[in-house]
């Protein structure tokens, strides 16, 4: 189970440095293909179904001992880990989202203030 973990987001960490080397842009925002995209944020919408539950829209309402997010120090990287595998009460999202969905919502959680 370890090894299945950490080479999932090895993958992750991997095609979003590729990604943005070839595109020139901020990991999560290449949706180019993506029609939800089209009116809101690409994460926005996957952070509202998924995350406002217990983090809040604005990431702030901490249900469950869920951590404020606009006060997190974790990065885009750190992020991706987070939901992708989960923590104590932090459910993981990797069967439910797929690694690019993953990447926008957490792109999308760097944005709320
Ligand atoms: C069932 C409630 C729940 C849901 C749904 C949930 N979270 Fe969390 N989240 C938590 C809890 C609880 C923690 C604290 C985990 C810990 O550190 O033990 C947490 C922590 C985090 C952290 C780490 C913050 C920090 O710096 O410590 C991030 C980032 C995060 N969540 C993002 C998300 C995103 C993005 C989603 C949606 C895909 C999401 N969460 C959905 C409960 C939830």
């Given at each position: 189970m370890m090894i299945l973990f950490s080479r999932t987001s090895w993958l992750l960490l991997l095609s979003m440095g590729l990604l943005g080397a070839c595109q020139g842009q901020e990991p999560g925002y290449q949706t180019s293909t993506d029609t939800t995209a089209a009116v809101m944020p690409p994460g926005k919408a996957l952070f509202e179904q998924n995350c406002a539950l217990c983090?809040?829209?604005d990431g702030k309402r901490g249900l469950n001992?869920?951590?404020d997010l606009t006060k997190s120090n974790l990065?885009?990287?750190?992020?991706?880990?987070?939901?992708?595998?989960?923590?104590?009460n932090m459910p993981a999202f990797k069967n439910q989202l797929s690694p690019e969905q993953i990447e926008q919502v957490a792109a999308y959680s760097l944005t709320l203030q």
């Open positions: 983090h809040g829209s001992g869920a951590h990065n885009q990287a750190g992020r991706v880990y987070m939901v992708t595998n989960g923590l104590g």
